[in-house]
């Protein structure tokens, strides 16, 4: 089983950046997909960015050139890092990692805010 710690969220004003860390426990030689999924106001979660093990990297349209997610395998933590937020972009952001993206397990959630 993986635990999943994630950090990092808050309130940031339109065009702002932050950084959201995810740092894996336990049996994390089974994880072969890590990934940020953002649910807003109980919608489903989707899937925002994603990394594999082999570092391959996958983004939702909605944040293609403005996210990048990366992976420290030393530390085993992923991390989000997210420039010129925009409202929209406010959500409970989850980390994720399993075999595929959506599976496996699931952090807590963390809060992004994004509001002047």
């Known amino acids: 089983q993986v635990r999943l710690v994630e950090s990092g969220g808050g309130l940031v004003q339109p065009g702002g950046s932050l950084r959201l860390s995810c740092a894996a426990s336990?049996?994390?030689?089974?994880?072969?997909?890590m990934g940020w999924f953002r649910q807003i106001s109980g919608n489903s979660r989707l899937l925002v960015a994603g990394i594999t093990s082999g570092g391959d990297t996958n983004y939702a349209d909605s944040v293609n050139g403005r996210f990048t997610v990366s992976r420290d395998n030393a530390k085993n933590t992923m991390y989000l890092q997210m420039n010129n937020l925009k409202p929209e972009d406010t959500a409970v952001y989850y980390c994720?990692?399993?075999?595929?993206w959506g599976q496996g397990s699931w952090g807590q959630g963390t809060q992004v805010t994004v509001s002047s």
């Open positions: 994720n990692a399993g075999a595929i």
């Open positions: 336990g049996n994390v030689f089974s994880i072969r997909a």
